[in-house]
């Protein structure tokens, strides 16, 4: 039979052939399609963020820093948030330095304030808007970490996270939407954290805080559903900055000591590049951690009785380290 096929120049072979060269244009084809797809988007993305007014706060250090030198870069209008000005014009005249691409660049505004002030925190807002006129996009990113144990941690402290980490960013939030909500677009970013999923033992404070902010946060994107808002929660892993070091403790003392996980974190300049990218594509959320902290968020939810016993684990070596 087969050869039967052969002579009338219809074999298997052949056929197989011919469909393996018909799978070619077709996967050339899909490719180009895609390639075409990603370009757009990028077309798109730039133009979001190109000319956009973009606040961060935080942006005296580590990943508020380097959101600044992304930000910058792609063209947007910045004004830095901070509570020390020294900090803001050093970072000024560094984005001054940077080298020009084809993208025109704008020279930033400061403000200063302490977030955990609310009323200082409504004044900047005021500033904010008389010195710019509108806000496009607010990077909520300032934050503090804690390292303590719940038996020992004053309320003061537990109240000074919060007031920071997340008062300070809600506070903020609720005194730039209604001018975003007016104009018709406006796009809140708010750093939490992984810790913002799980809760890992002596983080009571710091990861209380961070789910605090997811839980605003994901009731405000469906607030906003039906505006031109939009919301994206930015969940890291470590990320190599200055955040142990001025973490707090159960007293309230600075921690002051750079921890391995933190010196072994991410860089900060590839975080912001994350951050740049999930803005100009509207994502809801983002996760920006390695395989053992992803896996941990999903372990919580589908089989939190291993997760909590795998805490508890934890909680009891490091305890074990520290009367070591
Ligand atoms: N580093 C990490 O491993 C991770 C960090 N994050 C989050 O990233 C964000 C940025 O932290 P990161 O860059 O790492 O840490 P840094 O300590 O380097 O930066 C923290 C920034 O927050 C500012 N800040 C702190 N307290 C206040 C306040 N009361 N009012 C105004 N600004 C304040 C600091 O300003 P000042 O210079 O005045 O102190 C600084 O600019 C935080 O929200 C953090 O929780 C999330 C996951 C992992
Ligand atoms: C099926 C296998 C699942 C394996 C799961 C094992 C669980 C292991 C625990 C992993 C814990 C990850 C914690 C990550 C914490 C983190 O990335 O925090 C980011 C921060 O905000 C850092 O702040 P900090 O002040 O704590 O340095």
Not at 118 to 143: F, M, R, T
Request: charged letters at 20%.
């Amino acid at each position: 039979m087969f050869l039967a096929e052969r002579k009338r120049g219809f074999s298997p072979l052949k056929m197989t052939d011919l469909t393996s060269w018909a799978i070619i244009p077709l996967l050339l084809g899909s490719v180009g399609v895609y390639s075409l797809y990603r370009l757009l988007q990028r077309l798109r993305s730039s133009a979001y963020v190109q000319g956009a007014v973009v606040v961060i706060t935080g942006a005296t250090s580590g990943l508020g820093k380097e959101c600044a030198k992304v930000f910058y870069s792609a063209g947007s209008q910045l004004v830095l948030c901070g509570r020390n000005e020294e900090r803001l014009d050093d970072l000024v005249r560094e984005l001054g330095r940077m080298r020009k691409g084809s993208i025109q660049t704008h020279k930033p505004h400061k403000v200063i304030f302490d977030l955990s002030d609310v009323e200082a925190v409504d004044s900047a807002s005021h500033e904010i808007l008389n010195n710019v006129g509108k806000v496009d996009i607010l990077i909520n990113n300032a934050g503090i970490s804690y390292r303590g144990n719940i038996l020992k941690t004053k309320v003061s402290v537990d109240r000074m996270i919060m007031d920071i980490n997340y008062f300070g960013p809600v506070a903020l939030t609720k005194a730039l939407l209604p001018s975003m909500i007016k104009n018709g677009r406006g796009h809140i970013v708010v750093i939490s954290s992984v810790q913002g999923k799980i809760s890992i033992p002596f983080r009571s404070a710091y990861a209380a805080s961070k789910h605090a902010t997811q839980a605003f946060f994901d009731c405000l994107r469906a607030e906003m559903a039906a505006t031109e808002i939009e919301v994206t929660v930015v969940n890291p892993g470590y990320i190599k900055t200055n955040l142990s070091m001025n973490a707090v403790t159960d007293d309230g003392s600075i921690y002051g000591v750079m921890d391995q996980n933190t010196a072994e974190g991410r860089s900060a300049e590839d975080v912001a590049q994350i951050v740049l990218r999930a803005v100009g594509e509207r994502k809801k959320e983002v996760l920006v951690a390695g395989l053992v902290p992803t896996l941990a968020v999903y372990l919580r939810t589908i089989s939190p009785k291993l997760f909590f016993a795998i805490m508890a684990a934890r909680a009891k070596k490091e305890r074990k380290l520290k009367n070591a």
